[in-house]
Structure formats: structure tokens, C-alpha cells
């Protein structure tokens, strides 16, 4: 064997000074995989009373803090209350976006009729968020009305205002732009205990206003190159869209990797959020489908909890599939309104969400899919279908990063057979494919690869022919799917 010549990283060959020098190298410290840091992101408007400054990046660790930065009574403040609703696990960041003052706020009117023949109480849902009022005998539509309009502007987590004139009451959003008419209004919805006293009416309708939509472009350029593995967005206009998925594709990219997958609320019916996903194609965003006038809370809402519900879950294991997952705080759709079995492929067909109501009446999460739908020809490709896909993808990428800087940083690169000293700093193509041989069995038995057979087979190790300090690698590893559909024959017999 030929005489050891170790590749000191600190200590100098031409040492002459009398002593006893030791360093440290933790290349060889770390065994199995590492750990991939998790960041959440959320972008959402913040009203003119929120603290924070628009566009900028802040970190927040409680669920009081991120209301006090969007404003109370804010889009921005109730996807903070999703998030940490959901849990408070996860390192959470923030960027609040100024309403665009050439956008006009929605108007809503409630109008009251009757005079009431028996004592009640009045059950108004804003937003999901349940206002009560009593009601005596002999009260009239006007003075519930101004009873009712004092109750709403003296709860300022509302997202709106209200004002009375006679009989009817006019809500107007908090928040300027299209988003303000995703607010949903209803009476009465736990129809079994809640109902108007007999003699009064209501009829709920929507005014004009909900207008025009503040840009996310300087929120994006002020992410920097840190990486937010799940970013909540508020915004579902096509402009903001089309910023976001640029966004996103660079970050994917293989000069930047700081990868994240975004998630956003889709409101309506089954024609009208096929027609809006017909115009995307991102496998980094996932759109979660509701109903119109289903759900009380609003969509945002949705995705801010559905969103860190998957964060979470995902950071455990990034291959288990998401399904059965309840989402807390999100009220199901009346059975009548919810979308069929059918109406449910048809909108994974086309790329959007969705969720069940299981038996307990939890909004659980059904298949978390991306808006990825056809391939550049405009084929149908399943490839990036599924989130959890995304997600083991990123985590395959980082853990492949982490193994390689922690096992051969500083290393020097030799061809395979070259005859070196033990001890020093080489490194070899067959020596880079035996660790990553090792890595997918690391993978494999976390449950996010199978078949080493087939990953030997087709794993290429080599110097690159024009630069002799590169090493090219063809990394083909099965990824583990996720078990969805149970599909069996009753043969009987008789």
C-alpha cells in the first residue's frame, strides 16, 4: 500500500513550529439524509391601518403579529389566522401589498322587510364570520337595520364597513380590487337552529365596484434568492398569475434552485374555473376549487389553509399523498351546492384542487393536483400533475445538493484507476456514483424511491469531455406514487 499523504484542509505541510495541531472535518459527519428547511410565504393585501411596509419581506412567529402588519379587518389578516389555524410549526414570512388606488372597493346591500311578530335573533355570516343580533317583537326593518350596521362597524376584523338608510344596510369592502368580491354574505346557515323571526324579511344582493387589482411585481422582486418552499398567494388575477409562474419557473431552475410551490383560492362553478385553467399550465401552482356561493369562507382563506395544511404534511414526508386531510376552520358547502363526483374529475381533469366533506362535516382535502395539464405540444402529460410530485422533486434535488457539498467539498477530480495515496482530497466518477448509489438507498428507505435495479441501470457518472473539472450525471430515480384508486371485480358465486 502506498504511504498515506492526507489532504489537510487547515493545517500547512511546511509547518516547523513545535506543537500538537488538530482540525476538523465533518464531511464524513453526517450519515442518511438531511433535513430541507421550511418557509412559508404569503402574499396578500394589507389595509392603510396595517403596520408593515408594502412589499417588503418580514417574518412573523404569531398569529397577533401578522395582523397588526396587514391591518385588521384585512384580506392579509384572515390568511394569517388560516396559516396559524393550521399550525405554528412552520417559519413563516409575509408580504403585505398596498391596494392600487385606482381600484374601486365592492358594495354589498342587505335589505330588510316586515315588522318582526316574535323575539329571534338574526345569524349573519360575513365571510364565514358569524355577526348575531337579537331581534324583539314588533321591531321593523329600519330599526334593525341601523341596529344591525352599528353591530358590524364596531367588529373591526370584518372585511367590511356598513352604513343604514331606512330599511337597508350597504357593506362596502375594506379592500379596493376584485378580491373584495369573493366575500360571501348568507343568513341561516345552520338552517336546523338559526332562522329570521317570523315576519321579517331579507334579501342580500351585490352592488357595483370590485375593481382592477394591485401588481405583485415588486413584492416578487424584493424575495431575493431565499428559498419559501410554499408560498400562499391572494391574488388570482391573470396578470398577477402570469407574474408568479415566471417567478416560479426561474426559481426551479437549475442556476437558481430556491423551488417553492405556491397555492391559490378558485372560485365558482365547474364552467367557469375549466374556462379560467384552460389559460395556465404551471406545474408550481396549485389552485384549490370551491363552489360559488358554497363555502362561506372566502377563497383565499381556502388556500392559505389548504396550502399550510400541505406545507406541513409534505415537510414530514413530501411523497405521502394528502388526501383525507382536513383543512380546520373551513365550513363545507350545503350538500345541495357541493360539487358532484363527477364535476370533481371533470375539475382535476383540467388542473384545479379538491376537497370532500367527510362524514363528521370536515372540509378534507381529496387530491392536491397542480395546474399542469399538457406538455409543450399540447399533449395531456401527467408528469407534474400531483403536488406531491413537486414536492418529493424539490426534496430530491437538495438532499442530492447536501450529499454531494457535505461528502467532497474542496476535493480534487481524477479519472477512474488513477493510483493515489490514501488520505487525500480525490475524488473519481465511480466514486461520485457508488455515494449516489448510497443516497438512493436513503431514499428508499424513507419510502420516496423504488427500484435500485432499474436506478443503477440507467445511472450515468462522467467527466464532462471539454471541461475536465465538471462531472455530468444522469440521476434517474423512480420516484415512490401515491395509492389513490382501489379498483376491484365481485365475482360471486352462487
Not at 438531511?34 to 412589499?55: H, K, W
Request: aromatic content about 8%; glycine content about 8%; some cysteine.
Amino acid at each position: 500500500m502506498a504511504d498515506a499523504a492526507i489532504s489537510f484542509n487547515q493545517i500547512p505541510v511546511n509547518l516547523l513550529t513545535p506543537g500538537q495541531y488538530v482540525e476538523f472535518d465533518n464531511s464524513r459527519a453526517i450519515s442518511g439524509l438531511v433535513n430541507m428547511p421550511q418557509r412559508l410565504m404569503l402574499i396578500a393585501p394589507m389595509l392603510a391601518t396595517g403596520t408593515a411596509t408594502p412589499d417588503i419581506p418580514a417574518q412573523i412567529s404569531r398569529e397577533a403579529d401578522g395582523i397588526k402588519i396587514f391591518g385588521r379587518g384585512s384580506i392579509g389578516a384572515a390568511m394569517v389566522q388560516a396559516v396559524f389555524r393550521a399550525t405554528d410549526t412552520l417559519e413563516t414570512w409575509v408580504i403585505p401589498i398596498a391596494d392600487d388606488t385606482d381600484s374601486a372597493a365592492a358594495t354589498f346591500f342587505l335589505t330588510f322587510s316586515g315588522e318582526a311578530e316574535e323575539a329571534g335573533t338574526l345569524a349573519l355570516y360575513i365571510a364565514g364570520e358569524r355577526v348575531t343580533m337579537g331581534i324583539g317583537v314588533f321591531d321593523t326593518a329600519e330599526s334593525i337595520a341601523a341596529a344591525l350596521a352599528g353591530i358590524i362597524n364596531a367588529n373591526a376584523d370584518l372585511p367590511v364597513t356598513a352604513t343604514a338608510e331606512e330599511d337597508a344596510v350597504t357593506l362596502t369592502s375594506r379592500h379596493k380590487g376584485t378580491l373584495a368580491k369573493g366575500i360571501d354574505l348568507r343568513v341561516n346557515y345552520y338552517p336546523l337552529s338559526e332562522k329570521l323571526p317570523r315576519g321579517i324579511a331579507l334579501t342580500i344582493a351585490s352592488g357595483s365596484g370590485g375593481t382592477g387589482d394591485a401588481s405583485i411585481a415588486t413584492a416578487l422582486s424584493n424575495l431575493g434568492q431565499g428559498q419559501y418552499n410554499t408560498i400562499l398567494c391572494a391574488f388570482s388575477d391573470p396578470a398577477n398569475l402570469a407574474l408568479l409562474e415566471a417567478e416560479l419557473d426561474t426559481r426551479w431552475g437549475p442556476l437558481y434552485q430556491n423551488d417553492g410551490h405556491a397555492h391559490i383560492g378558485l372560485s365558482g362553478s365547474v364552467g367557469s374555473i375549466n374556462s379560467f385553467l384552460s389559460a395556465r399550465n404551471s406545474p408550481h401552482i396549485t389552485f384549490w376549487s370551491q363552489e360559488a356561493g358554497g363555502e362561506p369562507k372566502p377563497a383565499w382563506v381556502k388556500a392559505a389553509t389548504a396550502g399550510t395544511v400541505a406545507a406541513y404534511y409534505l415537510a414530514i414526508d413530501p411523497a405521502r399523498p394528502l388526501q383525507t386531510l382536513a383543512l380546520p376552520g373551513i365550513l363545507p358547502a350545503p350538500e345541495e351546492i357541493r360539487f358532484t363526483h363527477a364535476e370533481r374529475n371533470y375539475l382535476l381533469s383540467y388542473g384545479a384542487a379538491t376537497t370532500i366533506v367527510d362524514a363528521g362535516g370536515n372540509v378534507v382535502i381529496e387530491r392536491a393536483v397542480t395546474s399542469y395539464t399538457q406538455n409543450a405540444s399540447g399533449l395531456v402529460d401527467p408528469s407534474y400533475r400531483d403536488v406531491e410530485t413537486m414536492y418529493t422533486l424539490s426534496y430530491l434535488r437538495y438532499s442530492v445538493r447536501a450529499r454531494i457539498s457535505q461528502k467532497f467539498p474542496r476535493f480534487k477530480l481524477a479519472n477512474d484507476g488513477t493510483n493515489y495515496a490514501p488520505g487525500q482530497a480525490i475524488v473519481t466518477p465511480k466514486i461520485i456514483r457508488a455515494e449516489l448509489i448510497a443516497l438512493f438507498r436513503d431514499w428508499e428507505d424513507v419510502g420516496l424511491v423504488e427500484d435500485v435495479d432499474q436506478f443503477k441501470a440507467d445511472l450515468l457518472v462522467a467527466r464532462n469531455p471539454t471541461d475536465v473539472n465538471r462531472v455530468d450525471v444522469l440521476l434517474p430515480p423512480n420516484i415512490v406514487n401515491q395509492f389513490r384508486v382501489f379498483a376491484a371485480q365481485i365475482q360471486f358465486l352462487l
